[in-house]
């Protein structure tokens, strides 16, 4: 149980194109989901967090407009890089939640979309 | 100061050996501790909580020194699966928002023949 999918696994685009990952709990509900970025060799760093049915609240130094998050049911959350550029690509990793997992500090990751922006 | 610091490696183990690393952590009011495990362009899965007293499971073992503010991770019987980077974990004080984790960058272990 608790799987977590993302996708796509791996985008290529141009820059000034948006793109859309979608993570979705396959197997629970999940009422929160992280998104993280990871550049090569350095640590995931937490972008935003989203409850089911209200808008993320951001880290410090993500810009919302940039990076849109969108946690419309209990089973998927979609993240848009919008206007990309190449300094965005990056690995993204969702990770989902249920109100239970959460007591228990639990989260589970989805397998991580890579993004290259050319 | 990053919140949570570890050697990023890596470390070069015989298969069959011992290997230990720590990570410290920036945060006194810190509550929960975790490794983790991370393979080559995967993401990071739970290799196991750490507890105050200390805790093994099978051929890993966690520390908790919350004095010196860090925790350890020790490998013994190494095998060539073990190969992988390691990540500290820690969750800041309750007062955080629900399941915010910090994570280090890594400890990386390779395991050789």
């Known amino acids: 149980g608790a799987v977590v999918s993302q996708h796509p696994s791996w985008v290529i685009c141009k820059s000034g194109t948006s793109v859309k990952i979608e993570c979705r709990s396959l197997?629970?509900?999940?009422?929160?989901m992280f998104w993280y970025r990871q550049f090569p060799k350095q640590s995931l760093m937490l972008m935003a967090t989203?409850?089911?049915?209200?808008?993320?609240?951001?880290e410090q130094g993500v810009e919302k407009d940039k990076f849109l998050i969108n946690h419309a049911s209990l089973t998927l959350s979609t993240l848009t890089v919008t206007s990309a550029h190449p300094e965005d690509s990056s690995f993204y990793i969702c990770?989902?939640?249920?109100?239970?997992?959460?007591?228990?500090?639990?989260?589970?990751f989805g397998p991580g979309t890579r993004l290259t922006v050319l | 100061r990053k919140e949570v610091e570890q050697d990023p490696g890596p470390f070069n183990v015989p298969e069959g050996a011992t290997v230990a690393f720590n990570c410290t952590y920036s945060?006194?009011?810190?509550?929960?501790f975790f490794w983790y495990r991370q393979d080559c362009r995967k993401e990071p899965k739970l290799l196991m909580s750490?507890?105050?007293s200390g805790n093994e499971d099978g051929r890993f073992t966690a520390q908790l020194n919350r004095a010196s503010q860090y925790i350890s991770l020790l490998i013994r019987d190494s095998k060539l699966s073990d190969s992988a980077t390691y990540l500290c974990?820690?969750?800041?004080?309750?007062?955080?928002?629900?399941?915010?984790?910090?994570f280090g960058a890594g400890t990386q272990v390779v395991v050789t023949p």
């Open positions: 974990v820690v969750k800041g004080q309750a007062t955080d928002s629900w399941g915010k984790l910090q």
């Open positions: 989203s409850n089911e049915g209200s808008k993320a609240t951001y």
């Open positions: 197997d629970f509900q999940a009422t929160t």
């Open positions: 990770s989902a939640a249920s109100s239970r997992s959460l007591l228990e500090d639990t989260q589970y």
């Open positions: 750490v507890y105050s």
């Open positions: 945060n006194s009011a810190s509550q929960s």
